[in-house]
């Protein structure tokens, strides 16, 4: 039987890969074939990750808001294994502060991961698909971009993360609006609240009834169970789908 999200043959970059929505993207893609290039600012979580999976795996520790680290990320991936078929967005942190009282560095460092780190990485994996789909190689080339339902929203006490993910949802746009000519789709994701370290505080019990009551499906949700859209976006089953922000959030955004 054909599985439409198999992802055999393919090499996939993932950012952010050390926990949560990373790792068990990172862990999925190659459940289901993919040879993953993990990257974080955490290495040795990274290796620990890639001794788990024993084969198909490469580690890259850096920061995303590094341009060079990220031009030199890409490049090395892509003459260790041939091509990138795939990225994963993901890299993210959080700095919360109420907007009257957010400093210049708080706002900046979001900023810096959330936003302009996505960029780097979309433009580099995006340079290096145009320049091996103008050389004739027909191989897939799919960009996912994790944003979140703070860019759809808003955000109470976050708005330099309701800004940056805002952000990504227009390079999402964009960039499908130029490169979908070329074979090269780009869509985003948009999560509710997932259980992971990054979302501790609004699990916890001063806000999580109140987060609960805008969720129809009345849960959260886990790493592994949103990794799978994402690896959808990644394959063949999404093969006609480009520029779209696909929400996964167990209904909180019915109709937006």
């Known amino acids: 039987m054909i599985n439409p999200m198999d992802l055999t043959g393919r090499n996939i970059l993932i950012t ?20 993953v290039v993990l990257n ?13 999976l024993g084969s198909r795996v490469d580690v890259c520790a850096g920061s995303v808001s590094d341009y060079e ?48 780190g996505v960029f780097y990485c979309l433009q580099a994996v995006g340079q290096h698909m145009l320049e091996r789909i103008e050389a004739g190689d027909t191989s897939p080339a799919s960009i996912v971009n ?13 708005i ?8 990504v949802m227009g390079l999402t746009m964009s960039s499908a609006r130029e490169w979908s000519q070329f074979g090269i789709r780009i869509n985003s994701v948009l999560f509710g609240v997932v ?22 499906m009345k849960r ?26 696909v929400s996964v959030n167990g209904g909180y955004t019915i109709g937006v």
């Not at 952010?16 to 040879?35: D, S």
């Open 16 to 35: 952010g890969a050390a926990q949560g929505i990373g790792e068990a993207v990172a862990r999925l893609a190659h459940e289901l074939g993919a040879h």
């Open 40 to 52: 974080d600012l955490q290495g040795d979580k990274l290796k620990s990750i890639a001794d788990d």
């Open 69 to 116: 680290f990220v031009q030199g990320m890409v490049s090395d991936a892509v003459a260790r294994n041939g091509a990138l078929h795939g990225l994963v967005n993901n890299a993210g942190i959080v700095r919360a502060a109420m907007a009257k009282n957010m400093t210049p560095e708080t706002w900046q460092s979001v900023i810096d991961i959330n936003l302009t």
């Open 146 to 158: 994790i944003s979140s339902d703070a860019g759809r929203r808003g955000t109470i006490g976050q």
């Open 160 to 167: 330099n993360y309701g800004a940056a993910k805002s952000g």
């Open 195 to 216: 259980e992971t370290p990054m979302t501790e505080v609004i699990r916890s019990d001063k806000f999580r009834d109140g987060v609960m009551a805008q969720v129809p």
């Open 220 to 245: 959260f949700s886990t790493a592994a169970e949103v990794s799978q859209p994402v690896c959808f976006l990644l394959s063949e089953g999404a093969s006609y789908m480009t520029g779209q922000h």
